[in-house]
């Protein structure tokens, strides 16, 4: 158990621990024997053998420590070496056990064993290389399996709007035109104008909700603050006003950092009302960054269901908005919970974010 204020010692060092330094206790010791040996014949395969396995076991274990896996995949590498250990130690023991039973001692009994367990080692690195490699490569596969799943879920939400969302209000734009020449009336138009316009944001949207479920590959550091100003500066927000208090930078997808602001602040201007203000601020865990308002909130039975597929209460709205949020957040390994502001506003909070020194070098959001 660590004392307290001592910060608890990762598994990737525990596993070098157990990998190299067996090795070069081992070939510690296969060297103080080999030099015993009195003949050549003894000396290589009595003493330099072991010791260039034992050797190479700890080498092995500092690049296996040193390489890209994940600590809990080193973790069982590590036990496989000590598994390799104990059981080949087991079958040399037994092996003394009987030349002892029959008699005919032939071997120094500590470095029969000794051999044994360096061979354990030896094979059990080679095994757990193996699995853990397997175990890494099945991992992968199954995310990319999920992702596939994720992404034909959304194409079926997409082939949803192309024939049923798109479908209403082009079939008002169409009725309106056959009025107008019918009547030759122009009032007609506003209301073709809102179908057009509709129809352009179901586009946006979906073409939208089909990338940001992808998950995110090369991330950038970003200022938090540069990218929501950009994100304000893009959306209408007519009479509302936005703070900033947030000084963070970040590891993301600057662009789908910028488009989650975006989705997020015309949620709040078209839910809160022309006046609202918004702040963006840091989290007092300091575990990421929050959005709020002063509008109406939402209520408490309905924060489960916003970010769910074609969810809205306005009229007009298409239910993809925080939908495209909750991917964006997903894609980068992120999490996204609705409370209530302290006004009785709505307020966004997205936590385990990767954050990186204000000094470091940064990334405008491309506009």
């Given at each position: 158990m660590n004392?307290?204020g001592?910060?608890?010692?990762?598994?990737?060092y525990?596993?070098?621990?157990?990998?190299?330094?067996?090795?070069?206790?081992?070939?510690?010791?296969h060297l103080?024997?080999?030099?015993?040996?009195?003949?050549?014949?003894?000396?290589?395969?009595?003493?330099?053998?072991p010791?260039?396995?034992?050797?190479?076991?700890?080498?092995?274990?500092?690049q296996?420590?040193?390489?890209?896996l994940?600590?809990?995949?080193?973790?069982?590498?590590?036990?496989?070496?000590?598994a390799?250990?104990?059981?080949?130690?087991?079958?040399?023991?037994?092996?003394?056990?009987?030349e002892?039973?029959?008699?005919?001692?032939?071997f120094?009994?500590?470095y029969?064993?000794?051999?044994?367990i360096?061979?354990?080692?030896?094979?059990?690195?080679?095994l757990?290389?193996?699995?853990?490699?397997?175990y890494v490569?099945?991992?992968e596969?199954?995310?990319?399996q999920?992702?596939?799943e994720q992404?034909?879920e959304r194409?079926?939400?997409?082939?949803?709007?192309?024939?049923?969302?798109?479908?209403?209000?082009?079939?008002?734009?169409t009725?309106?035109?056959?009025?107008i020449?019918?009547?030759?009336?122009?009032e007609?138009?506003a209301?073709?104008?809102?179908?057009?316009?509709r129809?352009?944001?179901?586009?946006d949207?979906?073409?939208?909700l089909t990338q940001?479920?992808?998950?995110?590959g090369?991330?950038?550091?970003?200022?938090?603050?540069?990218t929501?100003s950009?994100?304000?500066?893009?959306?209408?927000?007519?009479s509302?006003?936005?703070?900033?208090?947030?000084d963070?930078?970040?590891e993301?997808d600057?662009?789908r950092?910028?488009?989650?602001?975006?989705?997020?602040?015309?949620?709040?201007?078209?839910?809160?009302?022309?006046?609202v203000?918004?702040?963006?601020?840091?989290?007092?865990?300091?575990?990421?960054?929050?959005?709020?308002?002063?509008?109406?909130?939402?209520?408490?039975d309905?924060?489960?269901?916003?970010?769910e597929?074609?969810?809205?209460?306005a009229?007009d709205?298409?239910?993809?908005g925080?939908e495209?949020?909750?991917?964006?957040?997903?894609?980068?390994?992120?999490?996204?919970?609705v409370?209530?502001?302290?006004?009785?506003?709505?307020?966004?909070?997205?936590r385990?974010?990767?954050?990186?020194?204000?000094?470091?070098?940064?990334?405008d959001?491309?506009v």
């Amino acid at each position: 158990m660590n004392s307290p204020g001592m910060e608890p010692i990762p598994r990737r060092y525990l596993t070098l621990g157990v990998v190299s330094g067996s090795g070069l206790l081992l070939a510690g010791a296969h060297l103080i024997h080999a030099l015993t040996e009195e003949t050549t014949l003894a000396l290589l395969f009595g003493g330099a053998l072991p010791f260039v396995i034992a050797l190479a076991v700890a080498v092995g274990g500092y690049q296996v420590c040193h390489s890209d896996l994940p600590d809990d995949v080193l973790v069982r590498i590590g036990g496989w070496v000590g598994a390799g250990m104990g059981l080949m130690g087991l079958f040399g023991g037994g092996a003394i056990g009987y030349e002892y039973a029959e008699g005919a001692r032939q071997f120094n009994e500590g470095y029969v064993v000794l051999t044994f367990i360096t061979l354990g080692a030896a094979a059990g690195l080679l095994l757990g290389w193996y699995d853990a490699r397997r175990y890494v490569l099945t991992n992968e596969l199954r995310a990319k399996q999920r992702e596939l799943e994720q992404q034909n879920e959304r194409l079926e939400k997409f082939a949803s709007v192309v024939t049923h969302d798109l479908r209403n209000p082009l079939n008002v734009a169409t009725g309106r035109l056959d009025l107008i020449n019918e009547e030759g009336n122009t009032e007609h138009i506003a209301a073709i104008r809102r179908a057009h316009s509709r129809m352009e944001t179901l586009i946006d949207d979906v073409l939208t909700l089909t990338q940001t479920g992808q998950s995110i590959g090369n991330t950038k550091q970003v200022r938090v603050q540069q990218t929501a100003s950009q994100a304000w500066d893009q959306v209408d927000t007519e009479s509302a006003s936005l703070d900033v208090t947030i000084d963070m930078v970040i590891e993301a997808d600057a662009s789908r950092l910028q488009q989650l602001f975006g989705n997020l602040f015309r949620n709040t201007v078209e839910h809160g009302g022309d006046n609202v203000s918004v702040c963006v601020g840091r989290l007092n865990d300091d575990c990421g960054f929050y959005i709020e308002d002063d509008g109406h909130g939402i209520p408490e039975d309905e924060r489960e269901q916003i970010f769910e597929y074609g969810y809205s209460t306005a009229s007009d709205g298409t239910g993809l908005g925080l939908e495209i949020v909750h991917q964006i957040v997903q894609g980068h390994g992120w999490t996204i919970t609705v409370t209530q502001a302290a006004d009785g506003g709505a307020r966004f909070e997205i936590r385990g974010v990767t954050q990186a020194d204000v000094g470091d070098e940064w990334h405008d959001v491309p506009v």
